[in-house]
């Protein structure tokens, strides 16, 4: 691809349709031609689904504080973080009442996150710049994430948790759902600090999978099984099956011996996970039916 292309795809990605914008964007990372007509690979699939799954009610599950109403109707209050504000502006947060501890992000982003152990030490400069920049993503514009399109950027305030068995930050337990039901998932812990961060792919057993991304480290010796596993996974079956896409990730945490849901995502990584041995990124496609 020559570099004025290239350019226009990085600056001007206005400029192209929605597949042609993908299959562009595609080549750029990946140095290979992108198959819309017969997705055959995980992330093939994935971006397929970019394009031609598209149910206005996903514009509601990605949305991180409108999917708490969803998905508590489904499997329980009891299991939601509970919010403490959401607010459209970076000034409309009300630093001087919020508790000594919290956490902010943004309703329509993944990434921009301030986690506030102690209010005394925080830098409420630093952290507004943050999330002001977070205010700005548009992943609907940048990748075409389509269930991101539309969604109003908002900050969303909530009680901060924490485990004193969890050393490093809470744990993740994120399930890849095909076709309304869960089949394998991905233990992160660390997830702060990309240096400390680790991910480990597991089978519903908890019993380690030989694929892993290439972009973190694995747990090695032993990973991380939560307690409660099981009732954990009864509560994604519900979640998957009421989502009933063709692919869907719901992650979720165990706090102090108790369950609760962190947000469902239809796009991981933007479709372009790194799979190590590459062959994964085929047989995990093949689990998806489209």
Avoid at 3 to 29: C, M, S, T
Avoid at 80 to 103: A, E, M, N, Q
Avoid at 156 to 162: L, N, V
């Amino acid at each position: 691809m020559n570099r004025i292309l290239k350019n226009l795809v990085y600056h001007a990605p206005w400029l192209f349709g929605d597949r042609k914008y993908l299959e562009l964007r595609w080549q750029l990372k990946m140095g290979c031609r992108l198959d819309l007509d017969n997705p055959l690979s995980f992330n093939e699939k994935i971006q397929w689904l970019k394009l031609y799954d598209r149910k206005p009610i996903y514009h509601t599950m990605v949305d991180k504080a409108a999917a708490k109403d969803y998905v508590a109707a489904i499997i329980g209050e009891e299991h939601i973080i509970p919010t403490l504000g959401v607010y459209d502006r970076v000034c409309d947060i009300p630093w001087d009442t919020l508790p000594s501890s919290f956490v902010l992000k943004c309703t329509h982003d993944s990434g921009g996150i301030v986690i506030c152990r102690d209010k005394s030490s925080l830098d409420i400069c630093g952290a507004s710049r943050k999330l002001r920049t977070a205010l700005k993503t548009d992943f609907w514009f940048r990748d075409r994430e389509w269930s991101y399109k539309g969604v109003k950027p908002r900050i969303i305030c909530e009680q901060y948790m924490e485990d004193p068995s969890q050393k490093n930050g809470l744990i993740d337990y994120k399930f890849f759902c095909m076709n309304g039901k869960p089949e394998f998932l991905y233990i992160s812990a660390g997830m702060e600090d990309h240096s400390t961060a680790k991910i480990s792919f597991a089978g519903l057993d908890g019993v380690e999978l030989p694929f892993r991304r290439t972009d973190y480290r694995n747990f090695g010796d032993r990973i991380p099984i939560c307690a409660h596993f099981e009732d954990m996974k009864s509560l994604v079956v519900k979640l998957a099956a009421s989502v009933g896409s063709p692919f869907v990730r719901v992650d979720m945490y165990e706090i102090r011996g108790r369950i609760y849901f962190s947000e469902l995502t239809f796009y991981p990584n933007g479709g372009y996970i790194p799979f190590e041995p590459a062959g994964w990124d085929r047989r995990i496609g093949d689990m998806i039916r489209l």
